[in-house]
Protein backbone atom coordinates (compact mmCIF):
# COMPACT_ATOMS: atom_id res chain seq x y z
CA UNK A 1 0.00 0.00 0.00
CA UNK A 2 2.48 2.52 -1.21
CA UNK A 3 1.82 5.99 -0.28
CA UNK A 4 -0.66 5.16 2.29
CA UNK A 5 -1.07 5.51 6.21
CA UNK A 6 -1.85 1.73 7.30
CA UNK A 7 -2.87 3.21 10.27
CA UNK A 8 -5.44 5.30 9.16
CA UNK A 9 -8.81 4.10 7.79
CA UNK A 10 -9.87 4.93 4.44
CA UNK A 11 -13.97 4.65 3.63
CA UNK A 12 -15.55 3.26 0.34
CA UNK A 13 -15.55 6.65 -1.89
CA UNK A 14 -19.33 8.34 -2.17
CA UNK A 15 -20.86 6.78 -5.37
CA UNK A 16 -19.02 3.17 -4.54
CA UNK A 17 -21.71 0.58 -5.77
CA UNK A 18 -21.53 -2.75 -3.29
CA UNK A 19 -22.63 -6.08 -4.36
CA UNK A 20 -24.67 -4.85 -7.57
CA UNK A 21 -27.17 -3.26 -5.60
CA UNK A 22 -26.14 -0.47 -2.92
CA UNK A 23 -24.46 2.58 -3.75
CA UNK A 24 -23.01 4.24 -0.95
CA UNK A 25 -23.91 7.85 0.02
CA UNK A 26 -21.60 8.84 3.12
CA UNK A 27 -19.62 7.89 5.94
CA UNK A 28 -21.74 7.93 8.95
CA UNK A 29 -19.05 6.66 11.63
CA UNK A 30 -15.76 4.64 11.84
CA UNK A 31 -14.13 2.65 14.95
CA UNK A 32 -11.33 0.32 15.52
CA UNK A 33 -13.36 -2.79 14.08
CA UNK A 34 -14.99 -1.20 10.71
CA UNK A 35 -16.82 1.36 9.09
CA UNK A 36 -20.65 2.69 8.62
CA UNK A 37 -22.12 3.48 5.68
CA UNK A 38 -25.49 5.09 4.37
CA UNK A 39 -26.14 3.60 1.41
CA UNK A 40 -29.03 3.63 -1.70
CA UNK A 41 -30.44 0.17 -2.33
CA UNK A 42 -31.29 0.61 -5.86
CA UNK A 43 -33.42 -2.48 -6.19
CA UNK A 44 -35.80 -1.57 -2.97
CA UNK A 45 -35.44 2.42 -3.83
CA UNK A 46 -34.69 2.60 0.36
CA UNK A 47 -31.58 4.19 2.56
CA UNK A 48 -30.18 1.45 4.23
CA UNK A 49 -26.83 1.40 6.73
CA UNK A 50 -23.90 -0.84 6.07
CA UNK A 51 -21.37 -1.98 8.11
CA UNK A 52 -17.79 -2.95 6.94
CA UNK A 53 -15.63 -4.96 8.60
CA UNK A 54 -12.51 -2.91 8.90
CA UNK A 55 -10.33 -3.68 11.52
CA UNK A 56 -7.27 -0.99 11.71
CA UNK A 57 -4.90 -2.38 13.89
CA UNK A 58 -4.75 -5.88 11.44
CA UNK A 59 -6.17 -4.69 7.82
CA UNK A 60 -6.15 -2.00 5.61
CA UNK A 61 -7.56 -1.01 2.38
CA UNK A 62 -5.67 -0.94 -1.18
CA UNK A 63 -5.34 1.36 -4.26
CA UNK A 64 -8.26 -0.98 -5.91
CA UNK A 65 -10.79 -1.21 -2.34
CA UNK A 66 -9.82 -4.63 -1.27
CA UNK A 67 -9.21 -5.18 2.14
CA UNK A 68 -5.54 -6.93 3.36
CA UNK A 69 -4.13 -7.83 6.58
CA UNK A 70 -1.14 -5.52 7.30
CA UNK A 71 1.35 -8.66 7.20
CA UNK A 72 1.35 -12.13 7.46
CA UNK A 73 1.35 -12.43 10.57
CA UNK A 74 -2.13 -10.94 11.45
CA UNK A 75 -3.79 -12.68 8.43
CA UNK A 76 -5.45 -14.64 11.34
CA UNK A 77 -6.40 -11.96 13.43
CA UNK A 78 -8.13 -10.41 10.57
CA UNK A 79 -9.92 -13.63 9.67
CA UNK A 80 -11.22 -13.81 13.04
CA UNK A 81 -12.65 -10.49 13.51
CA UNK A 82 -14.47 -11.35 9.89
CA UNK A 83 -15.47 -14.13 11.79
CA UNK A 84 -16.76 -12.00 14.81
CA UNK A 85 -18.79 -9.51 12.49
CA UNK A 86 -20.60 -12.64 10.78
CA UNK A 87 -21.20 -14.19 14.72
CA UNK A 88 -22.52 -10.83 15.08
CA UNK A 89 -24.95 -9.94 11.77
CA UNK A 90 -26.41 -13.46 12.15
CA UNK A 91 -27.27 -13.44 15.05
CA UNK A 92 -29.31 -9.63 14.73
CA UNK A 93 -30.55 -11.27 11.45
CA UNK A 94 -32.39 -14.01 13.62
CA UNK A 95 -33.79 -11.25 16.42
CA UNK A 96 -37.33 -10.59 15.23
CA UNK A 97 -37.94 -7.57 18.15
CA UNK A 98 -39.26 -3.68 17.04
CA UNK A 99 -36.94 -2.78 19.58
CA UNK A 100 -33.77 -4.17 17.72
CA UNK A 101 -32.16 -2.77 14.53
CA UNK A 102 -32.87 -4.90 11.66
CA UNK A 103 -30.36 -6.80 9.34
CA UNK A 104 -31.81 -7.20 5.64
CA UNK A 105 -28.63 -9.00 3.43
CA UNK A 106 -25.39 -10.21 4.01
CA UNK A 107 -22.24 -10.58 1.91
CA UNK A 108 -18.72 -10.83 0.96
CA UNK A 109 -16.83 -8.46 -1.19
CA UNK A 110 -13.28 -6.67 -1.08
CA UNK A 111 -11.82 -9.54 0.68
CA UNK A 112 -14.09 -8.61 3.85
CA UNK A 113 -17.50 -8.70 5.00
CA UNK A 114 -20.44 -6.71 4.84
CA UNK A 115 -24.04 -6.36 6.27
CA UNK A 116 -26.49 -4.44 5.86
CA UNK A 117 -29.26 -3.04 7.77
CA UNK A 118 -32.72 -0.77 8.16
CA UNK A 119 -31.77 2.93 8.45
CA UNK A 120 -33.50 4.39 11.32
CA UNK A 121 -34.15 8.04 12.02
CA UNK A 122 -33.81 9.62 15.26
CA UNK A 123 -30.76 10.17 17.74
CA UNK A 124 -28.70 8.19 20.18
CA UNK A 125 -29.83 8.51 23.95
CA UNK A 126 -26.02 9.83 24.45
CA UNK A 127 -26.71 12.68 21.96
CA UNK A 128 -30.37 13.08 23.76
CA UNK A 129 -28.40 13.06 27.28
CA UNK A 130 -26.07 15.75 25.90
CA UNK A 131 -29.07 17.94 24.79
CA UNK A 132 -31.06 18.34 27.92
CA UNK A 133 -27.30 18.65 29.91
CA UNK A 134 -26.42 21.42 27.65
CA UNK A 135 -29.90 23.08 27.85
CA UNK A 136 -30.28 22.25 31.55
CA UNK A 137 -33.01 19.71 31.25
CA UNK A 138 -33.55 16.51 33.21
CA UNK A 139 -35.72 13.56 32.08
CA UNK A 140 -38.98 13.81 33.11
CA UNK A 141 -40.25 11.46 35.79
CA UNK A 142 -42.10 9.41 32.71
CA UNK A 143 -39.75 9.83 30.48
CA UNK A 144 -37.34 7.72 32.36
CA UNK A 145 -39.61 5.06 33.64
CA UNK A 146 -41.14 4.57 30.18
CA UNK A 147 -38.11 3.88 28.63
CA UNK A 148 -36.64 1.51 30.84
CA UNK A 149 -39.62 -0.33 31.05
CA UNK A 150 -39.35 -0.48 27.06
CA UNK A 151 -35.72 -1.39 27.22
CA UNK A 152 -36.14 -4.08 29.75
CA UNK A 153 -38.92 -5.42 27.07
CA UNK A 154 -36.09 -5.57 24.49
CA UNK A 155 -33.13 -6.98 26.79
CA UNK A 156 -35.94 -9.88 28.28
CA UNK A 157 -36.56 -11.05 24.76
CA UNK A 158 -33.03 -11.20 24.16
CA UNK A 159 -32.15 -12.63 27.04
CA UNK A 160 -35.05 -15.28 25.99
CA UNK A 161 -33.10 -16.24 22.72
CA UNK A 162 -29.75 -16.75 24.73
CA UNK A 163 -28.49 -13.98 23.73
CA UNK A 164 -26.46 -10.91 25.40
CA UNK A 165 -25.54 -7.13 24.15
CA UNK A 166 -22.91 -6.83 26.14
CA UNK A 167 -22.53 -3.56 25.66
CA UNK A 168 -25.32 -1.45 26.62
CA UNK A 169 -24.88 2.18 26.76
CA UNK A 170 -26.37 5.57 25.65
CA UNK A 171 -24.12 5.51 22.64
CA UNK A 172 -26.08 2.01 21.78
CA UNK A 173 -29.27 2.78 22.42
CA UNK A 174 -31.58 5.17 19.58
CA UNK A 175 -34.52 6.97 20.15
CA UNK A 176 -36.72 6.92 16.74
CA UNK A 177 -38.65 10.05 16.23
CA UNK A 178 -41.47 8.77 18.15
CA UNK A 179 -39.31 8.40 21.24
CA UNK A 180 -39.30 4.41 21.48
CA UNK A 181 -35.41 2.67 21.49
CA UNK A 182 -33.84 0.58 19.30
CA UNK A 183 -30.65 -1.30 20.40
CA UNK A 184 -27.82 -0.56 18.17
CA UNK A 185 -24.50 -1.97 17.61
CA UNK A 186 -24.04 -5.72 18.73
CA UNK A 187 -20.43 -5.81 17.85
CA UNK A 188 -19.64 -7.34 21.38
CA UNK A 189 -22.60 -9.47 21.48
CA UNK A 190 -22.23 -13.31 23.21
CA UNK A 191 -24.67 -16.26 23.13
CA UNK A 192 -25.05 -19.12 25.54
CA UNK A 193 -22.44 -21.07 23.64
CA UNK A 194 -20.38 -18.36 23.09
CA UNK A 195 -19.02 -16.67 26.36
CA UNK A 196 -15.24 -14.97 26.65
CA UNK A 197 -14.39 -16.30 22.50
CA UNK A 198 -13.05 -13.28 20.84
CA UNK A 199 -12.16 -9.48 21.90
CA UNK A 200 -14.20 -8.31 24.68
CA UNK A 201 -15.62 -4.52 24.55
CA UNK A 202 -14.57 -2.51 27.23
CA UNK A 203 -16.64 0.95 27.91
CA UNK A 204 -15.11 2.32 31.52
CA UNK A 205 -18.58 3.02 33.63
CA UNK A 206 -20.56 0.73 31.36
CA UNK A 207 -18.91 -2.60 31.33
CA UNK A 208 -19.26 -5.00 33.84
CA UNK A 209 -16.57 -6.29 36.06
CA UNK A 210 -16.97 -9.72 35.33
CA UNK A 211 -15.67 -8.31 31.65
CA UNK A 212 -12.39 -7.07 32.84
CA UNK A 213 -9.48 -9.44 32.68
CA UNK A 214 -8.61 -11.55 35.85
CA UNK A 215 -12.86 -11.04 36.84
CA UNK A 216 -14.20 -13.07 33.81
CA UNK A 217 -17.63 -14.88 34.97
CA UNK A 218 -20.75 -16.39 33.10
CA UNK A 219 -22.25 -13.72 30.74
CA UNK A 220 -25.27 -13.70 31.25
CA UNK A 221 -28.24 -11.26 31.66
CA UNK A 222 -26.93 -9.73 34.72
CA UNK A 223 -23.74 -7.96 32.20
CA UNK A 224 -26.81 -6.44 30.29
CA UNK A 225 -28.88 -5.44 33.20
CA UNK A 226 -25.24 -3.29 35.07
CA UNK A 227 -24.83 -1.64 31.76
CA UNK A 228 -28.69 -0.61 31.50
CA UNK A 229 -28.01 0.27 35.18
CA UNK A 230 -25.22 2.20 34.50
CA UNK A 231 -27.02 4.08 31.37
CA UNK A 232 -29.81 5.31 33.84
CA UNK A 233 -27.64 6.22 36.16
CA UNK A 234 -25.75 8.87 33.47
CA UNK A 235 -29.50 9.62 32.67
CA UNK A 236 -31.11 10.64 35.90
CA UNK A 237 -27.73 12.17 37.78
CA UNK A 238 -25.44 13.35 34.51
CA UNK A 239 -22.48 11.18 35.78
CA UNK A 240 -20.95 8.18 34.56
CA UNK A 241 -20.07 5.25 37.65
CA UNK A 242 -16.34 4.98 37.89
CA UNK A 243 -14.91 1.98 35.81
CA UNK A 244 -16.41 -1.22 37.07
CA UNK A 245 -12.97 -2.59 38.15
CA UNK A 246 -12.25 -0.16 40.68
CA UNK A 247 -15.60 -0.40 42.14
CA UNK A 248 -15.07 -4.33 42.87
CA UNK A 249 -12.03 -3.24 44.81
CA UNK A 250 -13.26 -0.06 46.77
CA UNK A 251 -16.35 1.35 45.78
CA UNK A 252 -16.77 5.17 45.98
CA UNK A 253 -19.69 5.43 43.33
CA UNK A 254 -22.59 7.51 45.12
CA UNK A 255 -25.80 6.14 45.41
CA UNK A 256 -28.13 7.14 43.32
CA UNK A 257 -30.50 7.31 46.71
CA UNK A 258 -27.81 9.52 48.17
CA UNK A 259 -28.58 12.39 45.77
CA UNK A 260 -30.99 14.62 47.39
CA UNK A 261 -32.00 16.68 44.83
CA UNK A 262 -32.85 13.62 42.46
CA UNK A 263 -34.94 12.49 45.49
CA UNK A 264 -37.16 15.38 45.36
CA UNK A 265 -38.02 14.39 41.41
CA UNK A 266 -38.00 10.60 41.46
CA UNK A 267 -38.94 8.33 43.91
CA UNK A 268 -36.85 6.48 45.88
CA UNK A 269 -37.40 3.10 44.72
CA UNK A 270 -36.78 4.18 40.91
CA UNK A 271 -33.33 5.45 42.25
CA UNK A 272 -32.70 2.14 44.25
CA UNK A 273 -33.24 0.07 41.52
CA UNK A 274 -30.89 2.04 39.44
CA UNK A 275 -28.64 1.34 42.72
CA UNK A 276 -29.18 -2.53 42.71
CA UNK A 277 -28.82 -2.92 39.04
CA UNK A 278 -25.60 -1.25 39.26
CA UNK A 279 -24.06 -3.37 42.24
CA UNK A 280 -20.50 -4.91 41.25
CA UNK A 281 -21.33 -8.19 42.68
CA UNK A 282 -23.53 -10.34 40.36
CA UNK A 283 -25.20 -11.63 43.27
CA UNK A 284 -26.43 -8.17 44.15
CA UNK A 285 -28.05 -7.08 41.28
CA UNK A 286 -31.04 -8.34 39.55
CA UNK A 287 -30.60 -11.42 37.82
CA UNK A 288 -32.50 -10.40 34.85
CA UNK A 289 -34.88 -8.00 32.83
CA UNK A 290 -37.82 -9.59 34.07
CA UNK A 291 -36.45 -9.63 37.99
CA UNK A 292 -35.73 -5.78 37.44
CA UNK A 293 -39.65 -5.36 35.81
CA UNK A 294 -41.23 -7.72 38.19
CA UNK A 295 -39.50 -5.00 40.80
CA UNK A 296 -41.01 -1.91 39.36
CA UNK A 297 -44.52 -3.46 38.54
CA UNK A 298 -44.41 -4.34 42.25
CA UNK A 299 -43.55 -0.95 43.38
CA UNK A 300 -45.57 0.42 40.48
CA UNK A 301 -48.96 -1.79 42.09
CA UNK A 302 -48.21 0.20 45.63
CA UNK A 303 -48.28 3.66 43.81
CA UNK A 304 -44.87 4.47 44.84
CA UNK A 305 -43.55 5.35 40.89
CA UNK A 306 -46.09 8.39 40.06
CA UNK A 307 -46.61 8.74 36.08
CA UNK A 308 -49.52 10.74 34.58
CA UNK A 309 -49.74 8.03 31.75
CA UNK A 310 -50.05 3.99 31.28
CA UNK A 311 -47.03 2.60 30.54
CA UNK A 312 -47.23 -0.88 28.15
CA UNK A 313 -44.69 -3.57 27.87
CA UNK A 314 -44.95 -6.53 25.83
CA UNK A 315 -42.98 -8.77 28.92
CA UNK A 316 -45.32 -11.44 29.76
CA UNK A 317 -47.92 -9.70 27.61
CA UNK A 318 -49.24 -7.64 30.17
CA UNK A 319 -50.27 -4.17 30.04
CA UNK A 320 -48.17 -2.09 32.74
CA UNK A 321 -50.54 0.65 34.30
CA UNK A 322 -50.75 2.37 37.53
CA UNK A 323 -52.90 1.27 39.73
CA UNK A 324 -55.62 3.28 42.11
CA UNK A 325 -57.62 2.65 44.73
CA UNK A 326 -60.70 4.78 45.87
CA UNK A 327 -60.46 3.14 49.06
CA UNK A 328 -58.05 5.42 51.41
CA UNK A 329 -57.24 2.77 53.77
CA UNK A 330 -55.93 -0.30 51.30
CA UNK A 331 -54.20 2.36 49.76
CA UNK A 332 -52.12 2.77 52.73
CA UNK A 333 -52.03 -0.95 53.17
CA UNK A 334 -51.02 -1.73 49.53
CA UNK A 335 -48.49 1.20 50.01
CA UNK A 336 -47.25 -1.00 53.12
CA UNK A 337 -47.07 -4.37 51.23
CA UNK A 338 -45.02 -2.87 48.33
CA UNK A 339 -42.56 -0.93 50.34
CA UNK A 340 -41.72 -4.54 52.42
CA UNK A 341 -41.91 -6.15 49.39
CA UNK A 342 -39.50 -3.81 47.12
CA UNK A 343 -37.32 -4.12 50.08
CA UNK A 344 -37.20 -7.82 50.47
CA UNK A 345 -36.60 -7.70 46.16
CA UNK A 346 -33.59 -5.44 46.85
CA UNK A 347 -31.87 -7.46 49.14
CA UNK A 348 -32.74 -10.78 47.66
Known amino acids: MTGHDESLIYPLADGTMLNGQYVIQQVLGAGGFGITYLALDIERNIYVVIKECLPSAYAHRDANNWIRAHS ?9 CIRNAKHEAETIAKINHPGVVRVYNLFDANGTFYYVMECIEGVTLHDQIETFRTEGKLFT ?3 ANNLLVQLLDILQYLHTQNVFHCDIKP ?41 YPGRRAEIGPWCDIYGLGATFYELV ?6 PADQRSVVDRTKKMTSFLPLRKLYSTSFLAGIDKALAPDIKDRFNSAQAWYNYISTVQSGAQLRTTAPMRTSMGGATYRPKKSGNGVLSVILLILSIG ?3 YLLLK
Open 237 to 242: SGMIPD
Open 141 to 143: VEQ
Open 72 to 80: PELETMFIQ
Open 341 to 343: IAA
Open 171 to 211: GNIFLQKDGTPKLIDFGAVRSKELQHQGLIQITPGYTPPEF
